[in-house]
């Protein structure tokens, strides 16, 4: 079965430290992937994506992620966390099934000043 | 764009009572999803449509859910009788994915709470 894995629930970072947010799908074929950001109170919306073009993908808010198709990973990466950062990150994947997206269960992200 | 589009945003209601919470998609999208999120599930996909056509209901949890899309512009989640256990937030998301999975833009949410 197709699934996508966020390893950690939680991540705390100190503002400026390098931001590193796990994601590992299962897939035979090439997937679509992308991250998603949900703040408090909101709904998600999407940092990046990768549908394969560039293995580095750059997204909003100085983050970027990096697909490896033979360690099947697309973690997030970001250099300097800043404290609006704080929020809750999901990866997702899709594959040549129309519109449906299979999303990890999430990381929520600390940023300590 | 005004985005996708959710109402109510909040609903407060008791145990019983019949909830209908609503979307309307972004204009052109081809799919529109429902979900719904909650501190011990995550964000679960309940159902969705591709041109006004549920495609796959496998996630609505109990006869007490339905969902319909009368148009392309409208699409409606309705629990009845509602149960605490409904309290979620639930959210509407549309894409335009004829060529294979693309961008979903999700709503603002609904925060159910069943008394």
């Known amino acids: 079965a197709q699934s996508v894995t966020q390893l950690g629930s939680h991540v705390s970072v100190s503002e400026g430290a390098l931001v590193l947010l796990r994601c590992n799908y299962s897939?035979?074929?090439?997937?679509?992937l992308f991250w998603y950001v949900q703040y408090p109170n909101q709904g998600l919306q999407l940092l990046l994506k990768?549908?394969?073009?560039?293995?580095l993908v750059k997204g909003i808010n100085g983050f970027e992620a990096e697909f490896k198709k033979s360690e099947t990973s697309f973690h997030l990466t970001k250099p300097s966390a800043h404290m609006s950062d704080a929020a809750e990150y999901f990866c997702?994947?899709?594959?040549?099934?129309?519109?449906?997206?299979?999303f990890g269960q999430g990381t929520e992200l600390s940023v300590k000043p | 764009d005004a985005g996708v589009i959710q109402s109510p945003r909040h609903e407060v209601t008791e145990m019983g009572q019949e909830v209908t919470l609503r979307c309307k998609p972004i204009?052109?999208?081809?799919?529109l999803f429902w979900y719904r999120q909650t501190m011990m599930r995550g964000l679960e996909l309940l159902i969705y449509?591709?041109?006004?056509?549920?495609?796959?209901d496998s996630g609505m949890p109990e006869d007490r859910f339905s969902a319909k899309m009368p148009n392309a512009s409208f699409s409606t989640l309705k629990i009845q009788p509602s149960e605490p256990r409904d309290s979620a937030v639930y959210f509407c998301?549309?894409?335009?994915?004829?060529?294979?999975?693309?961008?979903?833009?999700f709503g603002p949410g609904t925060r159910l709470t069943v008394l």
């Open positions: 998301a549309s894409s335009l994915a004829g060529g294979g999975p693309d961008t979903q833009y």
């Open positions: 897939s035979s074929v090439p997937p679509y």
């Open positions: 990768y549908t394969s073009a560039a293995t």
């Open positions: 997702a994947v899709g594959y040549n099934q129309g519109g449906k997206l299979i």
């Open positions: 204009s052109g999208h081809d799919y």
């Open positions: 449509f591709n041109n006004n056509v549920p495609i796959d």
